[in-house]
């Protein structure tokens, strides 16, 4: 079966994480977010991905050209952004199958995409969409269902006092391909435009209903919460690395001060270096080739990989992009790749620290 990964967004609510790489190429507990979703597809039966890009479209072929995952992948370009209805139908000439799987690049989760399947088949729908039930669904697509599981309404994104039900569009959706037809051409939203059009039309669209681990990596305070619902096994996903002791796992030739303190659950990369003193954990992830200077301290953060961090740092609820630099106390940082977050001031004199999230003093250079 043929599944379209849109990830063509600009990632904006990621910035400056998503600056110098797409959010679906970010990585999720040390693989590349994106990996992990073509081998969720590929282990139901999919077995061509067709990735609908735009932002950052040469690092999506570069990655996907020189790794092999074991499915065939395709590229459908945007020279601009067609919104997700005209991303879809921009797939078409790459389609085989009669029936297609959509995702939204952007949600990590664990649903049995077999049993969408299934259901699809039973409804005979002409497109199914799998479904979420959030405590606040304003952020999200919102869905009215029928007692047969009909879709009656879909509203993109209501105002907090509009929101009719909590059931919400996962991002995943089962089309027959002939539900293209009803696609405009040039750019749409499926959202806003196509799935609302259907409805007025009285076409068969049903919703698939099943209690997943399921969220949208959307926001800074998404990604470090599955992060943290990973390390706490939450979900089950493959972990790179041995598990030295529960929840401690560990890449190879990482080599860790006998001194150092670890409180579990971490995830630490390959070649990993962590001086005298440290302390690391819990709820850390440090990718491959990090140094953390001596009795550092770092916990609730997402380190990707050369990240350097310096002697006596106190590191949390951070996220640090590649070859990033982090010296001082820094709670809440962002950090693009190859930035640096300094914060020396409130090292000295133990100082407040920032809001959670607030960008701290960021200074990003060109890729070398
Ligand atoms: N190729 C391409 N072109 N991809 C796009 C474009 C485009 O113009 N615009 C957005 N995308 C991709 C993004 O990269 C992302 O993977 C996906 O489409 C959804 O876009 P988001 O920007 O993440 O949308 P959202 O999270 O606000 O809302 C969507 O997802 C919710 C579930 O998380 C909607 O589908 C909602 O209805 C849904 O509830
Ligand atoms: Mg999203």
New binding site residues.
Partial sequence: MDAI???????TRLMPLTKHR???LMPLANIPFTERTIAWLAAAGVDHVIL????NTAQFIEHFTRKALGVRISF?P?ER????G??IL?CAPHLRSDQCLVV????FTDLQLPALIAAHHRTQALVSIAL?TVADPS????IELNADMGICS?T??PAHEQTLSNE????IYLLERRALEHFPPG?SS??RDVFPTMLKNDLPLFGFRSRPYWT?L?TPKDYLQAHRDILQRRVAVPMPGTEIMPGIWVGAQTHIAENAILHAPLLLGNRVIVGPGVELGPNLVLGDDVHIGRQARLRDSVLWNRVAVCAESVISESIAGQQAHLDGRIHGGLCADFGILHQFASRRAGMRVPAPHAPVATVSRPAA
């Fill in positions: 990964l849109l990830v063509g967004g600009f990632g797409p959010k679906p609908s890009v735009h932002y459908a945007e952004p067609l919104g997700t005209g991303a921009n939204n690049g952007d949600i979420k952020r999200f697509g919102v879909f993109e994104k919400i569009n996962a991002g750019a499926v959202e949208d959307g």
